[in-house]
């Protein structure tokens, strides 16, 4: 069950920064679905991916909330809190 908000959550949204995610567009791969880090806008591939970026640069810069870019999708995960937020 989502949290209604938690203080990881920032009051403005940073917007995308890429089309795709950014890494798996560099290296030519593949990915499943998005995740944008509302925090700084890089766009990451999900956990479904095989590389997982959205995870990784969440670990890397803690950096800890995405919200989904998948169409008709509206949600938030916290990292921090490791469920749904928002």
């Given amino acids: ?12 949204f940073a917007q995308p920064r890429a089309r795709g995610c950014e890494e798996c567009l560099k290296m030519g791969d593949s990915w499943v679905h998005l995740r944008l880090c509302v925090h700084c806008g890089h766009v990451g591939c999900c956990d479904s ?9 969440a670990h890397a810069t803690g950096h800890a909330v995405v919200q989904s870019l998948e169409r008709g999708e509206d949600w ?6 490791e469920r749904q937020v928002g």
């Avoid at 069950?1 to 403005?12: F, G, L, R, Y």
């Avoid at 991916?49 to 640069?57: F, R």
């Fill in 49 to 57: 991916s095989k590389n997982k970026h959205a995870t990784k640069h």
């Fill in 1 to 12: 069950m989502p949290i209604k908000s938690c203080d990881h959550v920032p009051a403005e």
């Fill in 76 to 81: 938030l995960w916290c990292y921090a809190h």
